[in-house]
């Protein structure tokens, strides 16, 4: 099955860029979908399809993707930020949703 | 607006079954599928299926079935997740989740029910 592959953790300064990314066989030719979880709190989508972001979520979230590798980038990153980011992929083989292992994002 | 309310938590024994539920309202509940994601405690989110609320049908994660039951009842727009043979490493937060305007995406999430399974 698809494995998606992220980096346990990441931390930022406020006001700083964040970049987590998600690897993935050519996951370049897969849509990729962002999902931010507070703790306690149940996920929320705030990237899909690589780079669109639902109403309500910043500007400065966005993300882009190619090759190997999706980016979900945070810009002037505030303490709210902080909390566990998921990427997730449809895998068209076998039909399944698939989530990466997740990033903590601490902002410092 | 969309929303997914879930049923309260849950403690059980070892062996024993638990239903969790999960009713919308704000849209047409037989018009998009319900999934169901597990997250173990301090864990990720892995997706264990999903639930067809307009024909009752039901796709498992391999690493499920035999042990998973999704169903529904279309009257009271509710999707039900029944785990059998519960175990302690059964212990996590069950969430529900629907797409978002039919694209492969989850836009909506119900809050999530804990169940604990412990003796």
């Known amino acids: 099955s698809y494995v998606l592959t992220q980096q346990p953790s990441v931390s930022v300064a406020p006001g700083k860029t964040a970049r987590i990314t998600c690897g993935g066989n050519n996951i370049g030719s897969k849509s990729v979908h962002w999902y931010q979880q507070k703790p306690g709190q149940a996920p929320v989508l705030v990237i899909h399809?690589?780079?669109d972001r639902p109403s309500g979520v910043p500007e400065r979230f966005s993300g882009s993707n190619s090759g190997n590798t999706a980016t979900l980038t945070i810009s002037r990153v505030e303490a709210g930020d902080e909390a566990d980011y998921y990427c997730q992929v449809w895998d068209s083989s076998s039909d399944h949703r698939v989530f990466g292992g997740g990033t903590k994002l601490t902002v410092l | 607006q969309v929303h997914l309310m879930q049923s309260g938590s849950e403690v059980k024994k070892p062996g024993a079954s638990v239903k969790v539920s999960c009713k919308a309202s704000g849209y047409t509940f037989i018009d998009y599928y319900l999934h169901w994601v597990r997250q173990a405690p301090g864990q990720g989110l892995e997706w264990m299926g999903w639930?067809?609320?307009?024909?009752?049908?039901?796709y498992y994660v391999q690493k499920f079935q035999g042990r998973v039951t999704m169903t529904r009842d279309t009257s009271i727009s509710t999707a039900y997740l029944e785990l059998n043979g519960l175990r302690p490493d059964d212990t996590a937060a069950f969430y529900c989740?629907?797409?978002?305007?039919?694209?492969?995406?989850?836009?909506?999430w119900g809050q999530g029910t804990l169940v604990t399974v412990s003796s």
């Open positions: 989740a629907r797409d978002f305007d039919h694209l492969l995406v989850f836009g909506y």
């Open positions: 399809y690589d780079s």
């Open positions: 639930i067809n609320p307009n024909s009752g049908d039901t």
